[in-house]
């Protein structure tokens, strides 16, 4: 490969920083399982001139979601579920799911929600996102980040009306935590253990967790926001205790749709372990 080329990806993230847009950039590149680049450029935090360094800590967010579909992919191929298995199977939680008619008033679903429509975020769940929409307010004024772990989590999300049919339509949403509950009850191991025990230890990504532990916090980088009004990134704690992806310290929910914590080294043995079939 063309170090000059390869370079020029430095350069476009050197860019955004010079521009105030980002406040480090690390970019890793790898050809065949081989790392064939690596830069990192910028500092720990828009008021932070440390130099960024590769084993900085990042939340990253909805990368957490192919984790927990290949977690959930590896108890399918040990067949312990099929696709057209109903959710409720697994979550009796959801053996009563309604959904808004059409005049907003809450009715039994007519058709059950599958591990299919769940995987594929076909199943009518939602994510809180839009103010002005119904079932979205529920999930705001539900509060499910601060549920106590993932069966509080089921419990809350299965009061909540669904968007539409499942089947009907696709809409992104907590599916994927959803998920990391059935893996969680199929396997008989908590959540974040069987991601340990199965895809963080045989991959060597000792930098991947849903909670921070004490002696790598001084790795773990600051949060950003873009404020429009002054044109710049401010930096924020985001630290509501026992909130799931605010309090990355002491951690009881974990969110299979965002809540790790990793490196970008960590994700390339992933993302490497993904490309290379598994």
Not at 13 to 31: I, S
Not at 124 to 138: E, I, K, M, R, T
Not at 141 to 147: G, H, R
Request: no cysteine; charged share 25%.
């Amino acid at each position: 490969m063309s170090s000059e080329r390869l370079d020029r990806v430095t350069d476009v993230a050197r860019g955004l920083v010079d521009a105030d847009k980002l406040a480090g950039v690390v970019t890793l590149v790898a050809r065949n399982g081989r790392v064939v680049h690596e830069s990192t450029v910028g500092s720990r935090s828009a008021t932070d001139s440390t130099p960024l360094r590769t084993d900085d800590l990042f939340r990253i967010y909805s990368m957490t979601k192919p984790i927990t579909a290949a977690a959930a992919m590896q108890l399918y191929e040990q067949g312990r579920f099929h696709l057209n298995d109903p959710v409720e199977k697994f979550v009796p939680e959801f053996a009563n799911l309604t959904v808004h008619n059409k005049d907003g008033e809450p009715m039994p679903a007519e058709k059950k929600m599958t591990m299919l429509h769940l995987l594929t975020h076909t199943g009518g769940l939602s994510y809180g996102f839009n103010p002005n929409d119904p079932v979205d307010q529920a999930y705001r004024a539900a509060k499910i980040w601060a549920s106590r772990d993932l069966d509080h989590f089921a419990e809350i999300v299965a009061g909540i009306p669904l968007k539409f049919e499942p089947g009907s339509r696709w809409h992104y949403s907590v599916a994927v935590d959803v998920t990391g509950l059935v893996v969680q009850r199929i396997s008989g191991q908590p959540f974040d253990e069987y991601l340990e025990e199965h895809i963080f230890a045989p991959l060597g990504m000792d930098d991947t967790f849903f909670a921070v532990p004490e002696a790598k916090r001084d790795r773990f980088l600051a949060n950003h926001f873009w404020n429009r009004q002054a044109s710049k990134l401010i930096p924020f704690a985001q630290s509501e205790p026992g909130v799931a992806m605010s309090d990355y310290y002491n951690v009881t929910l974990y969110s299979g749709g965002g809540g790790l914590v990793s490196t970008a080294m960590d994700y390339m043995k992933f993302a490497e372990a993904m490309r290379a079939g598994g």
